[in-house]
Structure formats: structure tokens, C-alpha cells
């Protein structure tokens, strides 16, 4: 699973990166991946006695050397505590996080990261970093938030588009190597006013027969699924078709889930959002770490 470009975790000190340095550490011994532990820093850094120096890729104070060492010293402590024997390299780059983050997703087969690093507001459930980083990363993104929960199911989001059967193809893999089945959530809502164009861009008409859309979604999520159990016949699947909220529906579900794996965009999207609202709903409120995929743009 990817063990030929490893796991990126992005870190900044913060209890939040910590968390997610153990969580990647576990799955990439798992897996078999390298871990690349991934410090994004521009100046100043929180060093209370430091002046601000001018610095650039060239010229960077020790001061600023030092900060970054410790820091990724920690993190490496924590990820080979949290999983004895696996392998790790650290790596400090000047440039602000979300960016080296994204451009380091080159490189990877899965960027981590925390809910909430450094400087994020209180209120906020994700921070700026992880939406970025969610949004334009160029391999899934694992954001480590909530709890989880050991034995649980792998949640994927279905709706035919093709970000979510690339987040089948994750939830699937990640379920063999778990050995936990695989929970896939259609859940459609029936069209409001507002919501008209978007849904009948989806494949809604203005004469709304429920019955209609039940039938195409299950077939949708039949046709989906055929593949994947064929390639991975050892996975329990577990199929729930459902008239509800996307996202909130895939947030109940998180609550006793081991992961949640969603596509950046499904159907009705609009074509320049990078994050669609079910992607962004769970990312906010889901309750054990979600993974975002993305398609080739």
C-alpha cells in the first residue's frame, strides 16, 4: 500500500500533530510504509526571547535550527512510541505549512495531519492548514481528529461519482489490511428550491418520485461495490441506502467507525470547489479519523 513513497505527517508541536504522529506511525508499521515526519515553518518561530531575523532558504539563524530539531525530535519520539520498529525520517522546510505539505503529497501515498494545529482558533474543529491541505493535496489526506475505535468499521461515502469510487477503492484497501468490513453510506436527500439546479444536475428531474431515486441509488451503490468485491472477497460489505443528509448521516456513523473515507467532490458539486459540502461536513464534525481522496484533476 504505497510503502514505495511512504506516509507524510505534517507537524508543528501541537498536541492535535501528536496525535496524528502516532496515528500514521501505527498504520504505516502496519502497511509497511516509510514515515517522513514534515515541519513547515515560517518566521518568526515561538521562541519568546528570539528576535525576528530575516531569513531565507539560504541564510536561517540557529536559533530557528534548533526550534525545528527539537520539535521534529519530539514528534519521531512519539511516532516510535506508538509504533516500535517503524521507520522514520524527519525534515524541516521553510515555507508555510499548507504549502510544503501540498507539494511534499507529490511524494507520498498519504499526507496526515492533525484536526487542529498551532494558532487555530478555539472554535474551529479543523484549521485552515487541514482544509488547504485536504483540498489540494495530490494523494489522500488523512485527517486525525475524535477517536478511533479499534475493530470498527471502514465508513465510505458512495454516490457513483468518480472521487467517491476512488474513496471505495481506499476504504476497501484499508478495510483487507484491518480485517474489518466495510460500511458504504448512499445517502440522498430529496431537492429543495434552492437546491434544485444542483440536484437536477445530479441526475434529479422537477417531478421527484422518491421511489425513483431509492432504486438509482441503490443500483448506484450496487454497480460501485461489484468491483471492489471481487478484488477484495475476504472484506465484509455492508450496504446502507438511505434518505438523509450526506454528511450528517456519515457523521452518525463515525461515532463507532474506525475510519471514514471520503471523495473531495461528489455529484452536483460545483466544478471549481476543491472540497464539496459532504467532504467538509464530515471533515468538520466527524467523531474518528476521516481520509479525503482525490482524482486526477
Do not use: K, N
Given at each position: 500500500?504505497?510503502?514505495?513513497?511512504?506516509?507524510?505527517?505534517?507537524?508543528?508541536?501541537?498536541?492535535?500533530?501528536?496525535?496524528?504522529?502516532?496515528?500514521?506511525?501505527?498504520?504505516?508499521?502496519?502497511?509497511?510504509?516509510?514515515?517522513?515526519?514534515?515541519?513547515?515553518?515560517?518566521?518568526?518561530?515561538?521562541?519568546?526571547?528570539?528576535?525576528?531575523?530575516?531569513?531565507?532558504?539560504?541564510?536561517?539563524?540557529?536559533?530557528?535550527?534548533?526550534?525545528?530539531?527539537?520539535?521534529?525530535?519530539?514528534?519521531?519520539?512519539?511516532?516510535?512510541?506508538?509504533?516500535?520498529?517503524?521507520?522514520?525520517?524527519?525534515?524541516?522546510?521553510?515555507?508555510?505549512?499548507?504549502?510544503?505539505?501540498?507539494?511534499?503529497?507529490?511524494?507520498?501515498?498519504?499526507?496526515?495531519?492533525?484536526?487542529?494545529?498551532?494558532g487555530g482558533f478555539a472554535g474551529?474543529?479543523?484549521?485552515?492548514?487541514?482544509?488547504?491541505?485536504?483540498?489540494?493535496?495530490?494523494?489522500?489526506?488523512?485527517?486525525?481528529?475524535?477517536?478511533?475505535?479499534?475493530?470498527?468499521?471502514?465508513?465510505?461515502?458512495?454516490?457513483?461519482?468518480?472521487?467517491?469510487?476512488?474513496?471505495?477503492?481506499?476504504?476497501?484497501?484499508?478495510?483487507?489490511?484491518?480485517?474489518?468490513?466495510?460500511?458504504?453510506?448512499?445517502?440522498?436527500?430529496?431537492?429543495?428550491?434552492?437546491?434544485l439546479p444542483e440536484a437536477t444536475?445530479?441526475?434529479?428531474?422537477?417531478?421527484?418520485?422518491?421511489?425513483?431515486?431509492?432504486?438509482?441509488?441503490?443500483?448506484?451503490?450496487?454497480?460501485?461495490?461489484?468491483?471492489?468485491?471481487?478484488?477484495?472477497?475476504?472484506?465484509?460489505?455492508?450496504?446502507?441506502?438511505?434518505?438523509?443528509?450526506?454528511?450528517?448521516?456519515?457523521?452518525?456513523?463515525?461515532?463507532?467507525?474506525?475510519?471514514?473515507?471520503?471523495?473531495?467532490?461528489?455529484?452536483?458539486?460545483?466544478?471549481?470547489?476543491?472540497?464539496?459540502?459532504?467532504?467538509?461536513?464530515?471533515?468538520?464534525?466527524?467523531?474518528?479519523?476521516?481520509?479525503?481522496?482525490?482524482?486526477?484533476?
Amino acid at each position: 500500500m504505497g510503502a514505495a513513497r511512504g506516509t507524510v505527517v505534517g507537524v508543528d508541536g501541537s498536541g492535535e500533530s501528536l496525535d496524528a504522529v502516532r496515528w500514521a506511525a501505527r498504520r504505516a508499521r502496519a502497511v509497511g510504509d516509510p514515515l517522513r515526519l514534515v515541519y513547515g515553518y515560517s518566521p518568526p518561530m515561538p521562541v519568546p526571547t528570539m528576535p525576528v531575523l530575516a531569513v531565507t532558504p539560504d541564510v536561517v539563524p540557529e536559533e530557528y535550527i534548533r526550534a525545528a530539531d527539537d520539535l521534529l525530535a519530539t514528534a519521531a519520539d512519539a511516532a516510535r512510541g506508538a509504533a516500535d520498529g517503524v521507520e522514520v525520517s524527519t525534515e524541516a522546510v521553510l515555507g508555510g505549512p499548507a504549502r510544503v505539505l501540498v507539494e511534499a503529497s507529490g511524494r507520498a501515498a498519504l499526507v496526515v495531519i492533525g484536526s487542529r494545529g498551532r494558532g487555530g482558533f478555539a472554535g474551529l474543529l479543523l484549521g485552515s492548514v487541514g482544509v488547504q491541505v485536504s483540498g489540494h493535496a495530490r494523494c489522500p489526506t488523512a485527517v486525525v481528529r475524535g477517536e478511533e475505535h479499534p475493530g470498527g468499521v471502514v465508513v465510505v461515502g458512495v454516490d457513483g461519482s468518480e472521487p467517491s469510487h476512488a474513496a471505495l477503492r481506499f476504504g476497501f484497501a484499508e478495510a483487507a489490511w484491518r480485517r474489518v468490513p466495510v460500511l458504504a453510506v448512499h445517502a440522498w436527500q430529496r431537492p429543495t428550491p434552492l437546491s434544485l439546479p444542483e440536484a437536477t444536475a445530479a441526475g434529479f428531474s422537477e417531478d421527484f418520485d422518491p421511489a425513483s431515486v431509492e432504486r438509482r441509488a441503490r443500483a448506484t451503490a450496487t454497480d460501485a461495490l461489484a468491483p471492489l468485491r471481487a478484488q477484495f472477497p475476504e472484506v465484509e460489505v455492508r450496504e446502507q441506502v438511505i434518505e438523509a443528509s450526506p454528511p450528517g448521516r456519515l457523521v452518525e456513523a463515525s461515532r463507532d467507525a474506525a475510519l471514514v473515507v471520503v471523495g473531495s467532490r461528489g455529484r452536483g458539486g460545483f466544478a471549481g470547489l476543491l472540497l464539496g459540502s459532504t467532504s467538509q461536513g464530515v471533515l468538520q464534525h466527524a467523531e474518528c479519523p476521516v481520509v479525503v481522496t482525490r482524482t486526477a484533476d
